[in-house]
């Protein structure tokens, strides 16, 4: 049975897609990301040991436009496996403290620093995908759609849905192709490698999996971003590791 292209309009006040090479501040790609646009379905409906979101195409419907924001950043991070321990009552909870004097913290130095960021604003874009199920679900697939459809279609989510960063929420809804009279922005552009996602989309993954970077020669053609399926060779992966 062949996957039904799954079409969201989504949009939002801002957005930031931030490119990899960029270390110190956040620069923005001109769309989204195929990780990003893989974010949003995977809010509204994900069952990631029976199947993946495969991101087919991102149709611009309002030109990029930039804005320049000043945004405080914690320098720490949490991680997955910590998270459990705390969840599990196997450790202790230690909280990641933003501002502080000496005697909360044990040092002058602040936990949070301010980055400048590029970000987009005003966008709105109309996101195709399918879904792949992974072997042995793949009788599933009529049912998995079902699912996800009439959950677009209630505007239900298992949280809310965002455009790169959590402070920058994005709205959805389900639509048919033929039914969206807005036509994609008159724009060509070349925007070299771009991040495609970064976790290994070749098998079900895992809360604690290393991170599996990989990229693509991306381009807007006709306001349109044909994305390649993961396992073609026009996406460059990088070595997983074991």
């Known amino acids: 049975m ?17 490119r990899p090479e960029m ?23 994900c069952k990631p040991t ?10 611009l419907l309002k030109p990029p436009r930039y804005i320049a924001l000043r945004r405080n950043e914690v320098k720490e ?3 997955v496996t910590a998270i459990t321990k705390w ?19 044990g040092t002058d130095e602040k936990g949070r620093t301010q980055r400048q960021t590029m970000a987009l604003k005003d966008v709105h874009y109309r996101l195709h995908a399918e879904i792949r199920p992974w072997p042995g679900f793949e009788g599933r ?20 849905p965002y455009f790169g960063c959590r402070e920058f929420p994005a709205y959805f809804r389900l639509i048919d192709h033929h039914e969206s009279e807005v036509q994609p922005t008159p724009l060509d552009m070349d925007i070299g490698l771009m991040l495609y996602d970064v976790f290994d989309l070749s098998r079900p993954g895992t809360g604690v ?11 807007i053609k006709g306001g349109g971003l044909s994305v390649p399926p993961y396992e073609s060779d026009e996406v460059l992966k990088g070595e997983r590791r074991v």
């Open 87 to 105: 969840m599990t009552g196997k450790a202790q909870a230690h909280p990641i403290w933003a501002d502080g004097d000496r005697n909360l913290l």
């Open 2 to 18: 062949k996957a039904r292209d799954q079409v969201l309009e989504v949009w939002g006040e801002l957005a930031c897609f931030s």
């Open 209 to 219: 999996d290393d991170p599996s970077i990989s990229m693509f020669q991306a381009a």
């Open 50 to 59: 029976e199947f993946c979101w495969q991101i087919t195409r991102v149709e």
């Open 141 to 160: 697939l009529q049912g998995m759609e079902m699912q996800f459809r009439r959950r677009a279609t209630q505007g239900k989510c298992i949280y809310q």
């Open 77 to 79: 991070k949490v991680s």
């Open 23 to 45: 270390k110190v501040e956040r620069f923005s790609y001109p769309v989204i990301t195929p990780s990003a646009a893989r974010g949003i379905y995977d809010a509204i409906y």
